[in-house]
């Protein structure tokens, strides 16, 4: 049994783990890496519009990143419970551990680690997931992991959550997942169209859009807690505790990211109807019909251009000529003519 460090040859080693879920990490480094190309060209933008411009690309890409980083997190609802269980079917030894349970919306992830992790000549670390989105079957899943003869505590939770466990709980979270996920994804396409408008001339279709992004995030939580509430809660119970769930930390950033665009949104349409020069110039563009465009060095140079309407520019001013030029343009247009000095 130790010839091959503690395990067995015919059995395949522990499987090595990322820190953290590899789609959210994706998604980090895509609007970190976005994040860093905006702060390097931040120097070239002068003057008091630099603070309004990274305030912008700040909080428009901490929304998007959100909203996507959540759609694939499994953290909507959550439990741990310290507790003393059974550690394998057949089996009379007990072992001291923690388990966890977060609930995604395409799926159900189980952790068990022992207190301490060396029991029983073993190393009790376990993180395993259970997906129910469109094309995966939780059931086989489920019998994998019966096949894999995982920990008791594991195929407990798990088995909870199958189609035909009489909790419902599979029925109930799957249901939520995919309403949630659809009105997130409509959030997303919202907070594209609001990036879209908010640099064009028409801050209030932004404004309804940034509204809107906030809406279906709210719309989101809303069919989440409704689904999850259909059925009453079914008791997990494991050894000498009882795990509950609660809502978790995707939860709760997604209701403040959410209320957070409904107030940018409402914020945006007030100021459209009562300052709107200013919340033109926070974007930095003209209200004026007849606008033409002026490069003013101490604004921000050529990244920055300040829009100056017709009305404010200067009237053309007559300009003097001097007699010898007087003459030169008079023999110009009346050549035949002997003398054409006044």
Known sequence: MAAFGHTFPFYAGPKPTFPMDTALAVIITIFLTALVTFIVILPGIRGKMRL????????????????????????????????????????????????????????????????????????????EEFTWRLG?????????????????????????????????????????????????????????????????????????????????QLLGLLFFSMATSLTPPCPLYLGTAVLHTHCGPAFWITLATGLLCVLLGLAMAVAHRMQPHRLKAFFNQSGGEGSMLEWNPEEGGFLCPRYQSTAESPEPQDIPLSEASSETCCKEEHPREPDCAP
């Open 52 to 127: 309004f411009w990274l305030l912008r690309v700040v909080t428009s890409l901490f929304i998007g990143a959100v909203i996507l980083a959540v759609n694939f997190s499994s953290e909507w609802s959550v439990g741990q419970v310290s507790t003393n269980t059974s550690y394998k079917a057949f089996s009379s030894e007990w072992i001291s551990v923690d388990v966890g349970l977060q609930v995604g919306l395409g799926g159900v992830n189980i952790t068990l680690t022992g207190t301490p992790v060396q029991q029983l000549n073993e190393t009790i670390n376990y993180n």
């Open 136 to 216: 995966e079957n939780y059931a086989e899943e489920y019998e994998k992991a019966l096949e894999k003869g995982l920990p008791d505590p594991v195929l407990y939770l798990a088995e909870k959550f199958t189609p035909n466990s009489p909790c419902g709980l599979h029925g109930q979270y799957r249901l939520a997942g995919h309403y949630t996920s659809a009105m997130l994804w409509v959030a997303f396409l919202c907070w594209l169209l609001a990036n879209v408008m908010l640099s064009m001339p028409v801050l209030a279709y932004g404004g309804h859009m940034l509204l809107a992004t906030g809406i279906f």
